[in-house]
């Protein structure tokens, strides 16, 4: 199953229906479905051939989701690159995918090393012109999305993600998030080349209103909920703390809001109690990666009025299986810290042009996502840290996460990232990197009394660095890379 026909369905069911809203213009279903399919066929007219890759490269605007859907509908695989990745950054993906043409706006066109039409010029004008083709028949296991990774250390890597991959992890937003359909609405304030275009799918195949922002802005988020009914989004942990502590929250109308889906790094539970406590039971976290696009584990809106579950990922999404393992890939007993891996098919088809990597991250027909965590008797996982993120002191293993969570407890503390540094006697010690709400302040001796109160003493931070912001990539996670650097 293309995408493009489930597109091309819901266009001929609810053509009047406002499928996207960018800048003030609003196009309808049959409008938009019609667009896509006319530059599809000017996409096959240039020479390309279905299975050949066109690289998105633009802010968020209408003409990234027509784009995309324009891919699929000339049997296209689909290559978004976040807007504001570095130009030596965008060239390796652009030669690694071998993407043969680059759709993208004209102040992100300039220096590009291939051709380009870009999407504000007559040029696109034109090319909408073009007959609109019937949506190419393909196979649920056709490319649809090359999925780049962050890449916070060494390459990105290309997650192949198939029509298939993004189908079912459509289903799974149904069957364990919220019932949608045209009665419903999403924002785009998260880039749309990584979770917000993932997640919005969900929503344009089931013929919701797709609300498109450039960027995120605290105000007109609040402004947008206010003013539209049923309005779901997905966040960051990073945005959404940034909403609950915007002047404009105390005095927020939440009333419309359905949910926000947040996930892609660790949020904490102090922060999660602030959401609740604005939002409502209106949160579902989701835990997943690009190479199983946000689809491994969940914690329902209804598991958040738990207080007990709230420092768990949830419970396996519908159709979803994982595992706990050692380093052999054995199952550990229930509440032992291990990798977590999963299986479904959600599961990325693999790596664009690294078999080795593939091989090894895909061994034994699990996918090995390098995040550590426990599993508890009812099923409920708890995520600990990235591998490569935890610290080992003395021989005993520390997990940064669970001392991140003490330390944002202090009212002081508006933001926290703890690392390991070498130590010749103990091999490594644990700093705090800390960032203070404006005018705030807090001495190390209390937040040594605060981790005493929580934490075993052999995890408390040997040393705490107060900086004026984390160095975070452009999805929001903190680049624990860049904070190691100096040691």
Known sequence: MNLAATLHAVARALPHAPAVTCAGRTTGYGAFADRAARLGTHLRQRGLAPGERVALFMENRAEFLESLFACWFAGLAAVPINAKLHPKEVAYILGQSGARLVLASSSHAAGLKAPVLAVDTDDYAHALRADPMPPHPGAPDDLAWLFYTSGTTGRPKGAMLTHRNLLFACHAYYADIDFVDDRDAFLHAAPLSHGAGLYGLAHMLRGSHQLVHDGFEAAAIFAAIAATPNLSFFAAPTMVTRLVNHPLAAGADTRNLKCIAYGGAPM?????????ALFGPRLFQLFGLGEAPMTITGLSKRAHLDPTLL??????????????????????????????????????????????ASAATLRGGWLHTGDMGSVDAAGYLTIRDRAKDMIISGGSNIYPREIEEVLLRHPAVLECSVIGQPQADWGEEVVACLVLHPGATVSPTELDALCLDNIARFKRPKQYRFLPSLPKNNYGKVLKTELRAPH
């Open 268 to 276: 904490y539970l102090a922060d999660q109690q602030r959401a609740l």
């Open 311 to 356: 420092p768990t990922a949830g419970l396996a999404r519908t159709g979803c299986a994982f595992r706990v393992v050692d380093a052999e890939d054995r199952d550990l007993p229930l509440g032992e810290v291990g990798e977590i891996i999963t299986r479904s098919d959600c599961v990325m088809a693999g790596y664009w042009g690294n078999p080795e």
